[in-house]
Every structure is written in structure tokens, then in C-alpha cells.
């Protein structure tokens, strides 16, 4: 996704390390900012809405395989390139781009809504899914137009994530197939 940003920055004219300020007060406003995506993520494993329910399935059937014997480093690194490049494509060039080529007022509030709902789509597994996708890239772009730095979103996009696969695959994921056995109710 990074290379993607960079190419499709460069080619728009909205290279996304521009909007990067490496600055400590990014760092620390980013994990500051994760705190509401993981509680989003509490609510969706402590409701018992069905939705919520076959989500979580999915993700037991998806992601456990794919990520149960990852050495944390290896969730830690995939989570920071997908924070980084999902971050540098969705605000950093497509908001961006979209609010640049557009008259104001509207055109950051356009350009919010524009790259919230293609991060949604772009994270279609289920509807429920793809919604929660969609208001967590509200939610990101909205970081991004608040501070003014693409590293808030960044950092809190990136540690959700590596919180979110830690849980999933460390806790989640040891209830859901025990070492050596089915899943319980199998």
C-alpha cells in the first residue's frame, strides 16, 4: 500500500510524506487516539449482536490461521506498514487529493466522507465489517484534518492494529482452537 501512496501521490501531485510531521507530539496523540478504536473493538467482542457474532467467526476462520504463530515482532511490523501505507493512501493522497480539487467550505468535509467510505470498501469482509471500517476511516481522516499530521493517524492506526492481532491471536485465539484441539463446541 505504501509503494501504492507514493506512486499515486507523486503521480496527483500530493506526495504523502509531506503531510508527515515526525515530530514526538504525532507519537504520543496517535496512541492517544488508538484508545477509542480498541474500545469500538471491545464493543464488538462484549455485545452479543449477531452481526458482531459472525464477524468475530470470520476472523477466527481468517486471521487466526493466517497470523496464531506470528512472533509478535512479525504482527508488530505488519501492523506498523499497514498503519503507514493504508494511512499514506487514504488521507495522505486520496483525501488530499479530493479536497484539493474541490472549492471550499465542503471540500474537506467531501473529502473526509470520499476516503472514509473507500477505506470501508477497501476493508469489505462483511457489511458489518466494511460499516466499522468506514466510520474507523471517518474517524482517522478526522485525526488527520484535527492535527494537521499524518503521523497521528499513522500511529494509531498502526497500534490498533498490532493490539487488535495480539488480542485476536494471543487471547482470542487460544479460547478459540486450544493447542492441539478444536475449537470449543466442536
Known amino acids: 500500500m505504501g509503494l501504492v501512496a507514493v506512486a499515486l501521490g507523486w503521480a496527483l501531485?500530493?506526495?504523502?510524506?509531506?503531510a508527515v510531521a515526525w515530530e514526538l507530539a504525532g507519537w504520543v496523540w496517535g496512541a492517544a487516539a488508538a484508545v477509542p478504536l480498541l474500545a469500538l473493538m471491545g464493543v464488538c467482542i462484549r455485545v452479543p449482536w449477531r452481526p458482531f457474532r459472525e464477524l468475530l467467526g470470520l476472523l477466527d476462520e481468517m486471521v487466526l490461521p493466517l497470523f496464531r504463530n506470528c512472533p509478535m515482532a512479525d504482527?508488530?511490523?505488519?501492523?506498523?506498514?499497514?498503519?503507514?501505507?493504508?494511512?499514506?493512501?487514504?488521507?495522505?493522497?486520496?483525501?488530499?487529493?479530493?479536497?484539493?480539487?474541490?472549492?471550499?467550505?465542503?471540500?474537506?468535509?467531501?473529502?473526509?466522507?470520499?476516503?472514509?467510505?473507500?477505506?470501508?470498501?477497501?476493508?469489505?469482509?462483511?457489511?458489518?465489517?466494511?460499516?466499522?471500517?468506514?466510520?474507523?476511516?471517518?474517524?482517522?481522516?478526522?485525526?488527520?484534518?484535527?492535527?494537521?499530521?499524518?503521523?497521528?493517524?499513522i500511529v494509531a492506526h498502526g497500534l490498533y492494529d498490532f493490539l487488535a492481532l495480539v488480542y485476536l491471536t494471543r487471547f482470542r485465539g487460544a479460547r478459540a482452537c486450544p493447542p492441539g484441539g478444536s475449537p470449543p463446541g466442536e
Open 75 to 153: 504482527l508488530f511490523l505488519v501492523s506498523a506498514l499497514a498503519g503507514l501505507g493504508e494511512e499514506m493512501l487514504f488521507r495522505g493522497v486520496i483525501q488530499r487529493a479530493v479536497a484539493g480539487g474541490l472549492e471550499p467550505p465542503w471540500n474537506e468535509a467531501f473529502a473526509l466522507v470520499v476516503s472514509g467510505v473507500l477505506f470501508g470498501l477497501a476493508h469489505y469482509l462483511t457489511r458489518t465489517y466494511a460499516v466499522l471500517a468506514t466510520l474507523i476511516g471517518l474517524y482517522l481522516g478526522w485525526l488527520w484534518l484535527a492535527t494537521g499530521n499524518l503521523l497521528v493517524p
Open 13 to 18: 501531485g500530493y506526495p504523502p510524506g509531506d
